[in-house]
């Protein structure tokens, strides 16, 4: 990659970089090779994904109250015992996987550490897992207040974007015409869509009947009435997602057209689960499935933005960088 760190030699990173050096088993993964550290980014993003399930099934086998007190999971005890049972084991279960993903985001902070370009987020998003920490902690003393619960939720969309946006930048990816750029603003339009379709859903879920535990309240809103302005976000989505589909093969943007056609690949199938889990009730799997759903909507309307060059690299000497369209012949200046 080119975005290897050369500057400010006698700077901030360059000594914490030689302090790491000394550290027994850091130098390899500071020597990463690309492979790897697409393979670590890649990784963090299912993690937070990951963590989001695991966190629904928390919540859709009533053990969000599994461990009742936080830091600790009793009063007297980090651990779940054989006397909390097997909701104590889910919630225990779910805290320690956040140990998994900060050995992740640690080993990926030492691998982009010498990537000017990668590091910031990854530093970023490590931070940010025990941010979520803190949250989650929150919800479980606040009794499961349905609004730090969604907090919790968005908090863990924001990593989730974060990931892709670093995982992205570990991918050589072949350069974008200067007419996919001119769709820009559409996908804007498209990921601030899905956004108030996942904050919707958020709101849906603090009204339905899977709140964690028996002593968890609900936030006392019309859950018919939450759910049919959930439905209208998602219409209004799948048509920018359609329009960007069409937009994409109008203008001759490949790379757009199969994303957008990707993503609503993904809203039908995300729809036809949510139509079928209200009408069956909400039954646990399915609404888990739909969260799952969730994460794989925004991921894919993540795509579609990238796919416009959003966020391609400056050039080699730093100044910003050059798209032509091969149609019109016009050079477009990207300002970064």
Known sequence: MRDVDTAHAAGFVPRVTRLLERVPGARRLLDADAVTRRRLALAGLAGNIGIVVTGGAVRLTGSGLGCPTWPKCTEDSYTATEAMGINGAIEFGNRLLTFVLSAIAIALVLAVWRHARLRRPAVILALGIPGQGVVGGITVLTDLNPYVVG?????????IGGSYLLWQRTVDRPAVTGTAVRLRPLTWALTAASAAVVVIGVVVTGSGPHAGDDK??????????ISQLH??????MLGLAVACWFAARAVGGSAMARASAILLGVLLAQGAIGFV????????LLVGAHMAGACAVWVATLAVVWATGFDDAPAADGSASSLTSGKTNRTLVTVR
């Open 151 to 159: 907090l919790h939720f968005l908090l863990s969309a924001a990593m």
């Open 216 to 225: 968890a309240h609900r936030t006392g809103l019309n859950p018919e009435m």
């Open 277 to 284: 889990q209200y009408f069956t009730h909400l039954p646990p």
């Open 231 to 236: 439905v209208d976000a998602v219409f209004l």
